[in-house]
Protein backbone atom coordinates (compact mmCIF):
# COMPACT_ATOMS: atom_id res chain seq x y z
CA UNK A 1 0.00 0.00 0.00
CA UNK A 2 2.94 2.36 1.02
CA UNK A 3 4.80 1.32 -2.47
CA UNK A 4 1.66 2.22 -4.54
CA UNK A 5 1.57 5.63 -2.54
CA UNK A 6 5.11 6.16 -3.18
CA UNK A 7 4.97 4.92 -6.89
CA UNK A 8 1.86 7.75 -7.64
CA UNK A 9 3.25 10.62 -5.93
CA UNK A 10 7.21 9.93 -7.19
CA UNK A 11 6.66 8.87 -11.18
CA UNK A 12 8.86 7.02 -13.16
CA UNK A 13 12.53 8.59 -12.32
CA UNK A 14 11.57 8.72 -8.50
CA UNK A 15 10.80 4.84 -8.88
CA UNK A 16 13.63 4.22 -10.14
CA UNK A 17 15.84 6.09 -7.94
CA UNK A 18 13.59 4.44 -5.27
CA UNK A 19 14.62 0.73 -6.11
CA UNK A 20 18.28 1.98 -6.72
CA UNK A 21 18.36 3.22 -2.68
CA UNK A 22 16.41 -0.73 -2.75
CA UNK A 23 19.15 -2.37 -3.96
CA UNK A 24 22.25 -0.63 -2.15
CA UNK A 25 20.73 0.54 1.34
CA UNK A 26 23.12 -1.79 3.17
CA UNK A 27 25.80 0.24 1.92
CA UNK A 28 24.11 3.86 1.85
CA UNK A 29 22.79 3.32 5.57
CA UNK A 30 26.50 2.23 6.22
CA UNK A 31 28.11 5.52 5.18
CA UNK A 32 25.33 7.30 7.00
CA UNK A 33 26.21 5.84 9.85
CA UNK A 34 29.78 6.36 9.73
CA UNK A 35 29.50 9.83 9.46
CA UNK A 36 27.47 9.71 12.07
CA UNK A 37 29.84 8.30 14.41
CA UNK A 38 32.47 10.22 12.77
CA UNK A 39 30.99 13.47 14.08
CA UNK A 40 30.14 12.38 17.19
CA UNK A 41 33.66 11.43 17.73
CA UNK A 42 34.20 15.40 16.89
CA UNK A 43 31.95 17.23 18.76
CA UNK A 44 33.12 15.17 21.68
CA UNK A 45 36.73 15.79 21.09
CA UNK A 46 35.75 19.49 21.28
CA UNK A 47 33.87 19.32 24.30
CA UNK A 48 36.54 17.77 26.08
CA UNK A 49 39.29 19.93 25.01
CA UNK A 50 36.96 22.84 25.79
CA UNK A 51 36.39 20.99 29.54
CA UNK A 52 39.92 20.67 30.21
CA UNK A 53 40.48 24.12 29.10
CA UNK A 54 37.81 26.15 31.31
CA UNK A 55 39.15 23.96 34.45
CA UNK A 56 42.55 24.76 33.85
CA UNK A 57 41.86 28.17 33.49
CA UNK A 58 39.69 28.43 36.68
CA UNK A 59 42.66 26.46 38.35
CA UNK A 60 45.17 29.64 37.55
CA UNK A 61 42.68 32.15 38.40
CA UNK A 62 42.09 30.42 41.62
CA UNK A 63 45.53 30.39 42.92
CA UNK A 64 45.89 33.97 41.56
CA UNK A 65 44.09 35.19 44.25
CA UNK A 66 42.91 37.91 42.29
CA UNK A 67 39.86 36.60 40.25
CA UNK A 68 36.38 37.25 41.24
CA UNK A 69 33.34 39.05 40.09
CA UNK A 70 34.82 41.87 39.29
CA UNK A 71 37.97 40.78 37.03
CA UNK A 72 36.91 41.57 33.51
CA UNK A 73 37.58 39.16 30.85
CA UNK A 74 41.28 40.78 29.43
CA UNK A 75 42.57 41.59 32.50
CA UNK A 76 42.51 37.42 33.30
CA UNK A 77 43.73 36.75 29.98
CA UNK A 78 46.65 38.53 30.77
CA UNK A 79 47.33 36.91 34.02
CA UNK A 80 46.58 33.09 32.65
CA UNK A 81 48.09 30.43 30.33
CA UNK A 82 45.45 28.91 28.36
CA UNK A 83 47.28 24.95 27.84
CA UNK A 84 46.01 24.68 24.04
CA UNK A 85 48.82 22.00 23.48
CA UNK A 86 47.71 19.91 26.48
CA UNK A 87 43.90 19.89 25.37
CA UNK A 88 45.25 18.69 21.87
CA UNK A 89 46.74 15.83 23.71
CA UNK A 90 43.37 14.74 25.16
CA UNK A 91 42.38 14.37 21.49
CA UNK A 92 42.60 11.20 20.74
CA UNK A 93 41.44 10.66 17.56
CA UNK A 94 42.13 14.29 15.81
CA UNK A 95 38.67 15.47 14.34
CA UNK A 96 36.71 18.23 15.88
CA UNK A 97 34.33 19.83 15.05
CA UNK A 98 31.50 22.64 16.47
CA UNK A 99 27.95 21.39 16.98
CA UNK A 100 26.86 23.18 14.14
CA UNK A 101 29.57 22.24 11.68
CA UNK A 102 29.06 19.93 8.81
CA UNK A 103 32.75 18.17 8.18
CA UNK A 104 35.04 17.16 11.07
CA UNK A 105 38.17 19.78 11.11
CA UNK A 106 41.50 17.68 11.98
CA UNK A 107 42.66 18.93 15.08
CA UNK A 108 46.05 21.28 15.35
CA UNK A 109 46.43 23.86 17.44
CA UNK A 110 45.36 27.02 15.19
CA UNK A 111 42.20 24.98 14.60
CA UNK A 112 41.49 24.41 18.47
CA UNK A 113 42.52 28.36 19.23
CA UNK A 114 40.07 29.66 16.78
CA UNK A 115 37.60 27.10 17.48
CA UNK A 116 37.88 27.86 21.47
CA UNK A 117 39.11 31.22 21.60
CA UNK A 118 41.25 32.40 24.88
CA UNK A 119 38.59 35.29 25.38
CA UNK A 120 35.34 32.58 25.46
CA UNK A 121 37.94 30.54 27.79
CA UNK A 122 38.11 33.09 29.84
CA UNK A 123 34.72 34.10 30.51
CA UNK A 124 33.29 30.87 30.82
CA UNK A 125 36.23 30.21 33.79
CA UNK A 126 35.09 33.43 35.51
CA UNK A 127 31.43 32.42 34.84
CA UNK A 128 32.37 28.95 36.53
CA UNK A 129 33.81 30.69 39.64
CA UNK A 130 31.33 33.44 39.89
CA UNK A 131 28.57 30.45 39.87
CA UNK A 132 30.77 29.11 42.91
CA UNK A 133 31.85 31.31 45.36
CA UNK A 134 27.73 32.22 45.24
CA UNK A 135 27.12 28.96 46.76
CA UNK A 136 27.69 28.06 50.08
CA UNK A 137 30.99 28.10 51.06
CA UNK A 138 30.82 24.36 52.28
CA UNK A 139 29.86 23.52 48.95
CA UNK A 140 32.62 25.35 47.39
CA UNK A 141 35.52 23.60 49.56
CA UNK A 142 33.65 20.20 48.59
CA UNK A 143 34.37 21.17 44.67
CA UNK A 144 37.57 22.46 44.73
CA UNK A 145 38.88 19.14 46.73
CA UNK A 146 37.25 17.47 44.07
CA UNK A 147 38.79 19.53 41.41
CA UNK A 148 42.23 18.37 42.67
Known amino acids: ?66 AGRKMRVEAARRVVDIPY ?12 APWSALVPRRAGRAVIEGLLPAREIVAEALDRMDSLSDRDGDLLARRRQWWR
Open 1 to 66: MVRTILESILGPLGISVLDAYYEHSLPINAVVLLYGLVMLVAWSNLSRARSYLVGSVSKQLESNGR
Open 85 to 96: EEALNLVRIPLV
